[in-house]
């Protein structure tokens, strides 16, 4: 169901869009102002700084606009609409100050005031910052334990703001020189420690923050822990960036300090965006993991490198670092360490990143290493989690266990895929795991699961084989009771009948009585006769034995009231072929005859090659009646085991716009 937005709601949230363009549109008319009265003022993009600051609006803007257009409920994306006004505003301010006091002066109203606002804004963006990373993915507040946080970043950029006005420290940037029109001669030292104070304490509330995310992720699981995932991979680079930033801000290179800011921030609008709308990206926590673990690995091979040539080099001063038989060295050490010093890295940081499926992963690699291992018993015992199953694709579309059971596959399961097709599913309860373990350890245990999956396919064809067996065993004593059944009531009962007629009309009949009963026992013999053909219908003719399944077929067609078209190999094949290929067309035809509603049966037989060395025959019988056979029958079953029993295969399936095809495969020798 789609919700519709408040209409209130839409008209606010496009005016929140236009304010950060309204503050971009008055800062380039003020510079437009300036640059007429001949004052040296950079535009902006003219500079490292404004480029940085630009850049750093933009972004802050578009994911602020995305977000609250996708998610209009949450304060996120209006914590960055706000970051990015207060960056754009701080701009504003300066360029104000610029043309209010020194290139046009007293053309407008309060300009050392807009100058002191706008050297003081830096610590709103840093307080926005905070905030973003102080509420949950969702929007809402962290835990109460975290909520002095959020009063302390409040309290350090309000007591900062108030202090920056009051203390006579000239002012920076374009209006370097310039003083608070409200500071107090009397407060100048105790005004610039408190701004001082408050600024460190707001940048160490944003990096608490950071440490408080790496805790509420290390606590999460499932969909939470996905989300926390992104605002992690997003908030890793911030402290770096917020110490150099602080760091060059006040060692007076606005360059860098700017740049440091806007990497910062890229990172974390990123991190924010898809913590928000695409979190279910279960592959982010294995790549952050093996970033971390080759960023590591490098390290480590970069410094067994540079130990190697400063040992060589303060070993043997008549080497150079750049010799040959240094570099040599130095890279065959380096080359030793890195696959070590990877492995390591990943434990280590998998460790720490993901204890769980660490000690899962490690117990399953242990118990691999055993000869024969129960591998669901032992995913069970590393997931701690006893519902654990693996299921496998079966060729009829369905699943199978292990010992080769039809089973239904669950809906919360990890597919194990090779080459694009899904070869396994790891079935779990999500109430007892995590998807990314069961991932993982899928993945350490994939080679097992194949040999697992050729045990199931193995044993789901003894199964298969030992229910055809079953099948054809009961079908051989249904077929003898029905035959005995048939000879009993039908032909036996009607010879005997016969039999008592001719033997009474012996003893005591007259010749006329004599020759009436035995013109009796002639029509009755002749019914007995094609009961008997009748009941021998299902049975092989003569013929097949003599002129092979074609006279087999043609003589059929002589016996059969359908109007039948044949295209019929005359190649003979062994007995055992032949006489499956005929019960396949005798059983299709007599179904076709008694179900179909048609009188046009087509059949057809042709040795097709298979391979270079090897034939099959196949037979197919195909009608245009109402079709919906069903395969599971007790007549097809049976074709379909008696093929199986010769390594073919049976397949019906239903003609367009209607009929039937039974098709038969029956391997042969050329």
């Known amino acids: 169901m789609t919700v519709r937005t408040p209409p209130l709601v839409t008209v606010g949230r496009a005016a929140a869009w236009l304010v950060v363009p309204a503050l971009v549109a008055g800062t380039l008319l003020l510079e437009h102002w300036i640059a007429a ?36 409920g949450n304060v996120v994306g209006w914590l960055f609409l706000a970051l990015a006004a207060s960056i754009t505003g701080g701009g504003l301010a300066d360029a104000y100050g610029v043309l209010a006091v020194r290139a046009d002066p007293g053309s407008l109203p309060s300009g050392e005031l807009a100058a002191a606002v706008g050297d003081a804004a830096f610590a709103w963006g840093f307080l926005l910052i905070a905030l973003c990373l102080q509420l949950t993915p969702s929007g809402r507040p962290m835990s109460p334990r975290w909520a002095v946080l959020v009063w302390a970043s409040i309290g350090s950029c309000v007591v900062f703001e108030v202090a920056a006005l ?41 990096l608490a923050s950071v440490a408080a995310i790496v805790v509420r992720f290390r606590a999460s699981r499932g969909t939470e822990r996905q989300r926390m995932l992104w605002l992690v991979v997003g908030v890793a680079p911030l402290p770096v960036c917020v110490v150099v930033a602080f760091l060059a801000a006040y060692s007076g290179h606005e360059p860098l300090s700017g740049w440091a800011f806007v990497a910062g921030l890229t990172c974390l609008a990123v991190g924010v965006s898809f913590s928000i709308m695409k979190y279910r990206l279960y592959g982010v926590e294995e790549a952050v993991v093996k970033t971390l673990a080759y960023l590591t690995a490098t390290g480590a091979v970069a410094a067994a490198y540079g130990l190697v040539v400063l040992a060589v080099t303060g070993t043997v001063p008549a080497v150079d670092s750049g010799s040959t038989p240094t570099t040599v060295l130095a890279t065959l050490v380096a080359a030793a360490v890195a696959l070590p010093a990877y492995r390591w890295a990943r434990d280590a ?79 779990f309860d999500p109430h007892r795991t995590d998807r ?77 009585v004599l020759r009436e009963q035995t013109s009796h026992a002639i029509e009755q013999l002749a019914i007995a006769v094609q009961e008997l053909r009748d009941l021998a219908n299902g049975l092989q003719p003569h013929s097949l034995a003599s002129g092979g399944l074609r006279a087999a077929v043609e003589d059929l067609t002589l016996r059969i009231p359908l109007r039948l078209t044949t295209d019929v190999t005359e190649q003979r094949f062994a007995p055992t072929v032949e006489s499956a290929a005929w019960f396949v067309i005798a059983e299709a035809v007599s179904n076709a005859a008694k179900y179909a509603t048609t009188d046009a049966v087509h059949i057809a037989a042709a040795a097709t090659p298979n391979g270079a060395s090897a034939t099959e025959l196949r037979v197919t019988v195909t009608d245009h009646g109402a079709g919906g056979a069903d395969p599971a029958g007790r007549g097809l079953q049976g074709l379909a085991d008696r093929v199986a029993a010769l390594g073919g295969r049976l397949t019906v399936t239903n003609c367009q716009p209607h009929g039937t095809r039974v098709e038969a495969t029956l391997p042969c020798e050329s």
Not at 395 to 419: E, F, H, I, L, Y
């Open 37 to 72: 009265t001949g004052f040296p003022y950079p535009r902006s993009f003219e500079s490292a700084s404004s480029g940085a600051y630009a850049t750093a609006t933009l972004v802050c803007w578009l994911v602020g606009v995305v977000l609250t257009w996708r998610v209009v």
């Open 166 to 206: 009051l203390r006579s420290t000239p002012l920076g940037g374009a209006n370097a020189g310039q003083v608070s029109p409200l500071a107090v001669p009397g407060l100048a030292g105790p005004a610039a420690a408190v701004a001082a104070a408050a600024v460190v304490t707001l940048g160490l509330c944003v």
């Open 349 to 427: 940081v998998d460790r720490r990143f993901n204890r769980r499926r660490f000690d899962a992963v490690r117990m399953i690699r242990a118990g691999l290493a055993a000869p024969s291992p129960d591998l669901v018993g032992l995913m069970r015992t590393a997931l701690g989690d006893p519902d654990v199953r693996i299921v496998f694709p079966a060729d009829n579309g369905g699943w199978v266990s292990p010992d080769g059971q039809t089973v239904t596959p669950a809906s919360d399961a990890v597919d194990v895929t090779r080459m694009g097709a899904t070869a396994a599913k790891v079935e």
């Open 436 to 512: 990314v373990v069961v991932d993982a350890v899928a993945r350490v245990a994939a080679a097992e699961i194949d040999n697992l999956g050729l045990r199931a396919a193995l044993a789901r064809q003894l199964h298969l084989v030992r229910e055809s067996r079953a099948r054809l065993a009961n079908a051989h004593l249904d077929e003898r009771r029905r035959m005995e059944r048939d000879l009993h009531d039908g032909a036996q009962q009607r010879l005997l009948a016969i039999a008592f007629q001719l033997q009474s009309a012996r003893i005591n009949g007259t010749l006329h």
